[in-house]
């Protein structure tokens, strides 16, 4: 028996060039399909890499190798929403692989990862992103290239729960860490940012009874479920009651404001206020 765990790096180079990689390949049970990961059965060797709270994977990057003159994936980058830089680790070792090019699969622009799909054997043969509009509406659709070789068998999909998006994945490694073994995928809730009247918040609430009070500039102002206080101050303001009983107050500006769900008071200012969703109005 070949026991892979102990070859050194640079035996590791070797072994994936020229140095009998057939024989230890061949030795390798392939993964089974529709058993929740890419790639091929796990090693104990694991790593992670993901994307920092609140972003998705957007594309994927990487070298691949061809132990035997089958094409896999030997390492992955990820490439994170808004440029973030990923958190974690290079899934893979790109100093220590015999690597035979590169590869990639991305996701167009405006949408994010909410799956894979891809081929596997004995080891990650092709891995593609499966992507769906920022809002996570829409129909899901593959990136258009595919990061990988053609050998193995098909594998997948594997998407996120509705309502969430790929952030990283967890993984295994093979050859003292060269070359990616499998992954599965790790999934969070997008984090939608409260809106108002079409625009992002700059004061939130909270779920409880808030007093939320404006700044002398321009505020955008959203409660959540909780009897809330609404105030805005100077400025054309925009302010949302959504859940809960509130009272919504314009400031000297002209303001709009939302009441929302539950019996709102709006009580309009000096200004030329807009009011909708408010069960009682009132101007001053």
């Given at each position: 028996m070949i026991n892979r765990r102990v070859v050194t790096s640079t035996k590791t180079v070797c072994a994936l060039g020229a140095c009998g990689v057939v024989g230890i390949f061949s030795a390798i049970a392939a993964a089974a399909t529709s058993d929740g990961q890419l790639g091929g059965p796990p090693t104990t060797d694991v790593a992670e890499a993901g994307c920092p709270d609140?972003?998705?994977?957007t594309g994927l990057a990487g070298e691949l190798t061809d132990p035997g003159g089958n094409t896999v994936v030997a390492t992955i980058a990820l490439t994170c929403e808004?440029?973030?830089?990923p958190t974690g680790e290079e899934?893979?070792?790109s100093a220590t692989n015999a690597a035979t090019?590169?590869?990639s699969t991305k996701c167009k622009n405006g949408d994010v990862a909410v799956g894979v799909v891809g081929r596997e054997g004995d080891f990650l043969d092709q891995i593609t992103l499966r992507c769906q509009d920022a809002s996570l509406t829409g129909p899901i659709t593959e990136a258009k290239k595919s990061f990988g070789g053609a050998g193995g068998g098909p594998d997948g999909p594997y998407d996120c729960p509705a309502g969430q998006h790929l952030v990283?994945?967890?993984a295994s490694e093979e050859f003292s860490g060269a070359v990616v073994r499998h992954v599965s995928i790790v999934c969070a809730p997008r984090l939608?940012?409260?809106r108002c009247e079409g625009e992002d918040a700059t004061l939130p609430g909270t779920p409880g009874d808030d007093t939320l009070v404006g700044t002398p500039g321009k505020d955008v102002i959203v409660g959540l479920a909780g009897r809330d206080i609404i105030k805005g101050l100077d400025a054309n303001d925009r302010l949302c009651g959504n859940g809960g009983r509130d009272t919504i107050k314009g400031g000297s500006g002209s303001d709009d404001m939302n009441g929302g769900a539950g019996?709102?008071?709006c009580v309009g200012g000096p200004g030329n206020d807009n009011a909708s969703k408010c069960e009682v109005e009132r101007s001053i």
């Open positions: 609140g972003k998705a994977v808004g440029s973030a830089a899934l893979g070792d090019g590169t590869g990283g994945f967890t939608v940012p409260l019996r709102d008071k």
